[in-house]
């Protein structure tokens, strides 16, 4: 069965500093991954996924991802983050036309 | 074009008391999906409809139905609510070409129980 496991529940940050965000899955199969963005008191949007292709996956706002199959990790980076960032971000995982399974999730805090 | 909508925006409910969650998305997606979100535990899937006319049951089904109306709605019922079922609802949809793996995402129904 899948499972994905985010390893921090806060990460507390200035304004500025990098930060990264850890999440591990476990599969038998080939997966899907990907990090949603939770502001508070909204829905989740898709920040990033990776579907195939490059390992390494980039969203508009500076946010990167890098898939890395021997470790089962997609960890969340940032080299300079913003007070905007503050929210909590899902990592997840699907097989090929499955269900998303959702990890704990991570609430980032920036603080100024 | 909204994406997926949700009605009501938050709910009380008293215990034993029914409500209905309704969710619509105009993205002609194939599939919907009903989780809840609970702090510390991220969402969990509570039902999904792969298509129109079917649906299954996900992580956490008990004590919730579904419908499935049409391609574009999908309903939770909730029969006799408890005070367990107190959290946050969001309901999804998915389209099913190879580039729409992800999930879109409603703003949600807060709920609570007393």
């Known amino acids: 069965a899948q499972s994905v496991t985010q390893l921090d529940s806060q990460v507390p940050v200035f304004e500025e500093a990098p930060v990264e965000l850890r999440c591990n899955y476990s599969?038998?199969?080939?997966?899907?991954l990907f990090w949603y963005v939770q502001y508070p008191n909204q829905g989740l949007q898709l920040l990033l996924k990776?579907?195939?292709?490059?390992?390494l996956v980039e969203s508009i706002n500076g946010f990167e991802a890098e898939f890395n199959k021997s470790q089962t990790s997609f960890h969340l980076r940032k080299p300079s983050v913003h007070i905007s960032d503050t929210a909590e971000y899902f990592c997840?995982?699907?097989?090929?036309?499955?269900?998303?399974?959702f990890g704990q999730g991570t609430e980032l805090s920036v603080k100024p | 074009n909204a994406g997926v909508t949700q009605t009501p925006k938050f709910q009380v409910l008293k215990t034993g008391q029914s409500m209905t969650l309704q969710c619509a998305q105009d993205?002609?997606?194939?599939?919907m999906y009903w989780y809840r979100q609970d702090p510390g535990m991220g969402l969990r899937l509570i039902y999904y409809?792969?298509?129109?006319?079917?649906?299954d049951k996900g992580e956490v089904p008990n004590g919730y139905n579904v419908s499935r109306l049409n391609k574009r709605e999908f309903s939770l019922r909730l029969e006799s609510a408890a005070p367990s079922q107190t959290s946050v609802y969001f309901c999804?949809?998915?389209?099913?070409?190879?580039?729409?793996?992800?999930?879109?995402f409603g703003p949600g129904t807060r709920l609570t129980v007393t």
């Open positions: 997840a995982v699907t097989m090929k036309g499955g269900k998303l399974i």
């Open positions: 990776y579907l195939s292709g490059s390992t």
């Open positions: 999804a949809s998915r389209g099913t070409a190879f580039s729409s793996y992800e999930q879109y």
């Open positions: 599969s038998s199969v080939s997966v899907y």
């Open positions: 993205m002609n997606h194939n599939s």
């Open positions: 409809s792969a298509s129109e006319g079917t649906t």
